[in-house]
């Protein structure tokens, strides 16, 4: 897959100036045309507590349900600054779905718009200072729900 | 500029899955250089992943998100041939787009 990545950028570099250029400003209208992104949440990924950052999230008190989520997350993380997570969900209808760790400096790690005809599954890979909870946070149908599992740390991830 | 993403796409039995890597520091602003001095925050802030002019996938990072971002998604549709491109911003304003073949 990289070589095709390669080719790909070699080509645009072969085809010259003008054409980086086009693929640049291409790349800006990608990223403005169609529906308009929701603005970062500022509050959110600044809040230094899961329920602030639930809250500037509009998800007051979420239901805690370990049955209709499923948190996948190592049991001990020797590497902090890369742990992987996995959130899924058998909720109907799951328009959003995040990921907080409640020792983080800031709480709030990521946020995903789930749009329909996309599954309520999302891995990605999160800094964790210390051992701590990794929460999850999911909506569906308007309304929210929790999951939270522990990852001990035994190399913490945020450098200093 | 920024360093391109690697975008695996594959179709299987009509779903899509998207695996992406994004090449960026992702600085939380709380690290100290060797001096003492802060190294300011500096990491993607929103990621949009779009298949033929629809989103199929939306996110916002925080500095907790491990340096080199990784995503892995699915989505119903697709076929071979087809494109998935995924764009970001990050804080400093700067921004990349990437786009790659669904393979079957």
Known sequence: MSNEVDLGRRKALQSGGGMSLLA???GLSLLRSGDVLAEWNKAAFSSKAVDEAFGSMGATNPENNAALIQLTVPEIAENGAVVPVT????LPNVEQIAILVDKNPSVLAASFTI??????MV?????MGQTANVVALVKSNGKFYRMAKE?????GGCGG | MANPMKIRATVKEGVTEVKILMQHEMETGLRKEADGTLVPAWFITEVKAQYQGRTVLEAQFGQSVSKNPYLLFRFKGGAAGEKVSV?????KGESRSDEATIAA
Do not use: H, I, M, Y
């Not at chain 1, 891995?123 to 800094?127: N, S």
């Open chain 1, 24 to 26: 640049l400003f291409g």
């Open chain 1, 123 to 127: 891995t990605t890979r999160v800094k």
């Open chain 1, 87 to 90: 959130v899924s969900s058998s």
């Open chain 1, 115 to 120: 749009p329909q005809g996309t599954e309520a």
């Open chain 1, 151 to 155: 990852v001990k740390v035994t190399a």
């Open chain 2, 87 to 91: 764009s970001w911003v990050d804080n």
